[in-house]
């Protein structure tokens, strides 16, 4: 794999509410994302991963650390054809396709809204065919252009929400749970469109979702979030065969297939951050690279024990 970082987060803290009543919804998160690879982010909901995606396209303004793209600064204050290239190299992907159309809008026009708004794409033959190729790229036809979102399934409008990103021809693709409001019988085709489009195009993906089992077979690495911070992170491999952190055990003993070593531990089956295992008030915990790309969160006691199941 090509270890280019396109992707720095550092120390990245969001916070919402105001001074009286502060919530702090990302804490201290540090993730790489390298140039072509599959980053896999797991969480139950409202353990943060939105919150980072919208961070990284700066909905949500960091309150802490910086997120760094291609070398360059991108959180905070940044100038105006920085915030404009970022625009086009990092696009999101969302949810639930049935609530990200707009309605009233064509697909010619939805899709084409990103080149609208940089008013870039030169003449509107041009605009055309570019609104084609990417509804070509998504296994959609042409002529569906003219058509309104009602008139497609699930599995049609998400491809709509993808050559919506590609129209920006994008570096980066956020994908936040695009799976997770279809059937489960196309989620398959959705995610080998994305397989497949990343292979055609050298896309790099940030993949969010709530469950392993989802981004087992698309990740490159994986950072499971626990309560707003990073627990562990991996290789997938890694991370499946010699899970540390015991959030990322329960996470994986919840997948119908369990894993092996996680069956060994049956102790270990769901994790609570209040049981003395987290001693974290005497003994706060740190992000520790444990061996070369397998990084924890523990304070001193647990890497040791960590250390030793490596062993
Ligand atoms: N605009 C906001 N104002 C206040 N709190 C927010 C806001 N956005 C998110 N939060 C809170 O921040 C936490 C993290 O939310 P986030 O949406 O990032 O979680 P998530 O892991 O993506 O969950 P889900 O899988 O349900 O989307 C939650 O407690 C959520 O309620």
Partial sequence: ????????????????????????????????????????????????????????????????????????????????DTDRALTKKIQMIF?????????????????????????????????????EQALLDVGLLPEFASRFPHEFSGGQRQRIGIARALVMEPELIIAD???????????????NLLSELQKQKGLTYLFIAHDLSVVRFISDRIAVIHKGKIVELAETEMLFDCPLHPYTRSLLSAIPTPNPRVERNKKIESYDPGSSHFDYDKNPPSWVEIVPGHFI???????????????
């Fill in 1 to 80: 794999m090509n270890k280019e970082k396109l992707l720095e987060v550092k120390n990245l803290r969001v916070e919402f509410g105001n001074k009286n009543n502060k919530f702090v919804a990302v804490n201290d998160v540090n993730f790489n994302i390298y140039k072509g690879e599959t980053f896999g982010l797991v969480g139950e909901s409202g353990s943060g991963k939105t919150t980072i995606g919208r961070a990284i396209i700066r909905i949500n303004p960091a309150a802490g650390g910086e997120i760094i793209y291609s070398g360059k600064k991108i959180s905070g204050k940044i100038d105006s």
């Fill in 95 to 131: 949810q639930d396709p049935m609530a990200s159309l707009n309605e009233r809008a064509k697909v010619d026009y939805i899709v084409s809204e990103g080149l609208y708004n940089l008013k870039n794409y030169g003449t509107e033959e041009n605009r055309k065919k570019i609104v």
């Fill in 177 to 191: 749970e695009p799976i997770s409001a279809l059937d489960v019988s196309i989620r398959a085709q959705v995610i």
């Fill in 297 to 311: 969160l523990g304070n001193e006691r647990e890497v040791s024990e960590y250390r030793k199941q490596l062993d």
